[in-house]
């Protein structure tokens, strides 16, 4: 069957039951946008390129399949380079479909040429310039394969104008053989066994968990190797909602804005078992100090996380799931009952804690989302204090309903990351939470759930300030407040009304509730502007290069 290069990629997509992609159109894709115009393929036209990109990496989130974007060649594909890159620190399976010039014209600097391989090279888990027709289809066979398996990263593809219309014979290949690319999914045996051994041994195990247990799938094993366990838990930020809140053995997030009991915890565990994650700089504070006293057994399916920052003693790779099936297999518990007892007094003795005087406190703004919502929308943040708030105070119970960048740490993310979710499920509350610095990165994304009536419900946690970066500020730069002040920002209620969303504000406590019952139950787009605390801090704190007991805030 021939078939041009733009109904090949359509095609392919039809082949791998993509049945949505986001993007922006341009020079460089007009004959693969005139294939999606006959197809009806459907496309949600953000009005940025890296509104596309986030927005995919929220559907990616949200559902666990990959996300598509589509963007032309030059501007359109360097436009996507922040976006790529959030996907590829916190391990999204995104697939990333740009234009091209024409390929007599690549290399020599021609209207809207941008080497974009090359500049995506270090953020994509692979990438290819097609250069040749008869390639395509065993290209995109071999890039969902890649995106999706193993450790799950972005894969780029880049479009020749010219290919687009040329024609060539077409067969979607049953799967892809890949030259050494060979992801190891069920663990050593050997190392299972030496690892299932120290922890019947351990006092005082605790589980560090990370994104590999989202990604994987392996949220009801790790709940009941805690539980037959008895080993308490500690989740990244990427990790949450991989045990639920409300589980007693639950001790919230380590590292910088951790809870003092997952801090402790960490500090004072005999074996430390780490479950997809990686030893983020966050997390482990001055590595020196890091779990001085434990045995630390580390299952991750990317070989090269593993004593990447910190030495473990009983390296496991392989899928996540695989191996908590396995260790549950041939599990038999430890004595952790006084091990228990004591962070459990921990929790209770020392929670998470503000003061609600005064200005409205932004906790309680998030407390207030979480129980109005009954714990079950989609929450994707923007970064800084609101993220670190959101981490604390909204009580996740299930997995994949953060969404938040966490590597790369990505202001302007969480909103059309919010709009790829509410695609992905668009019955469900999805509610983006943001600071009034981030959200204007992408604010221009409102006509985008005005124009497909997309109902998130954006709250916007507003302290006119650049609020973590004023927070170093405050703390570590002698209160030198240096171009954080956000003087100058808009009336949030006028710019959503303006874009014809609805536009809600609360300025005190009393206020908060109803704003938020009103907006959950409109059945269209609406933006909360919460006038919060201007010098509230996120507690506790540790400063950078210390260990995660010597916590700001934590002892009170």
């Known amino acids: 069957m021939k078939l041009t290069g733009a109904e090949m990629v359509l095609a392919c997509l039809e082949a791998e039951n993509v049945d949505v992609v986001f993007g922006f159109p341009g020079g460089a894709v007009l004959t693969l946008y005139d294939e999606i115009y006959k197809k009806g393929l459907r496309h949600i036209l953000s009005r940025h390129e890296q509104g596309a990109v986030h927005a995919a990496d929220g559907y ?81 066979k071999e890039a969902f394969t890649i995106a999706t398996t193993g ?16 024609e060539g014979e077409f067969h979607y290949p049953s799967r892809a053989e890949i030259y050494g690319y060979r992801p190891t999914y069920e663990g050593h045996q050997g190392q299972i066994a030496k690892a299932l051994a120290r922890l ?64 402790h915890a960490i500090n004072e565990s005999d074996l430390l078992l780490t479950i997809g994650a990686r030893f ?46 396995e260790m549950l297999r041939r599990f038999k518990k430890g004595e952790t009952e006084k091990w228990c007892a004591k962070v459990k007094a921990w929790k209770a003795e020392r929670p998470l804690r503000y003061k609600q005087e005064g200005h409205l406190k932004p906790q309680f703004v998030i407390e207030e989302l979480n129980r109005l919502s009954g714990g079950e929308a989609i929450v994707a ?106 003087d100058g920002s808009p009336d949030f209620v006028r710019l959503a009304e303006a874009y014809g969303a609805r536009g809600l504000r609360a300025t005190a406590i009393e206020e908060v509730g109803p704003v938020i019952e009103e907006a959950f139950q409109s059945p269209g787009p609406v933006l909360m502007d919460f006038h919060v605390d201007p010098e509230e801090n996120v507690l506790p704190m540790v400063a950078p290069n210390t260990s995660i007991v010597d916590m700001i805030g934590g002892e009170e």
Not at 65 to 80: H, I, K
Not at 224 to 229: A, C
Not at 245 to 253: I, Q, S, V
């Open 200 to 263: 019947r041994k351990a006092k005082k195990p605790l589980i560090y968990a990370g994104g590999g247990v989202v990604s994987s799938g392996a949220h009801l094993e790790l709940l009941e190797l805690s539980q037959n366990g008895a080993i308490p838990v500690t989740t990244t930020l990427t990790g949450m909602g991989s045990i639920p809140y409300d589980y007693e053995l639950f001790l919230g997030m380590p590292g910088m804005h951790g809870t003092y009991a997952a801090n």
């Open 280 to 325: 983020d700089d966050r997390v482990t504070g001055k590595i020196e100090h890091f779990a001085p006293d434990a045995c630390i057994i580390h299952i991750d399916i990317d070989p090269a996380e593993i004593g990447k920052n910190i030495a473990v003693h009983i390296p496991i790779v392989g899928d996540v799931r695989m191996v908590l099936r």
């Open 381 to 486: 943040t923007d970064v800084g204090q609101h993220q670190m708030w959101t981490a604390q105070y909204f009580q996740f119970n299930k997995p994949r309903t953060l969404l938040s960048s966490g590597g790369l740490g990505t202001m302007g993310y969480g909103f059309p990351a919010a709009i790829g979710a509410q695609v992905a499920f668009p019955d469900r509350l999805v509610v983006c939470i943001a600071g009034d610095g981030s959200f204007q990165m992408n604010s221009q994304e409102l006509a985008t759930v005005v124009h497909y009536q997309l109902p998130v419900k954006v709250a916007i946690i507003n302290n006119q300030y650049l609020g973590m970066v004023r927070q170093w500020q405050k703390m570590f730069y002698e209160g030198r407040y240096s171009h954080t002040s956000m």
């Open 151 to 166: 450790r799950q990263g972005p894969v780029l593809i880049d479009l020749p104008k010219d290919l687009q219309a040329e």
């Open 60 to 140: 990616a989130r949200a559902s666990g399949r990959p996300g598509v974007v589509f963007a032309t060649s030059g501007p359109g594909a360097t436009n996507l380079v922040t976006g790529i890159a959030t996907a590829y620190m916190d391990s999204i399976p995104l697939i990333i479909i740009t234009g091209q010039v024409a390929r007599p014209f690549i290399g020599t600097d021609a209207f809207q040429e941008a080497d974009i391989t090359g500049i995506t090279l270090p953020i994509t888990k692979h990438n290819y310039l097609v250069k040749r027709i008869e390639e395509l289809p065993h290209i995109f």
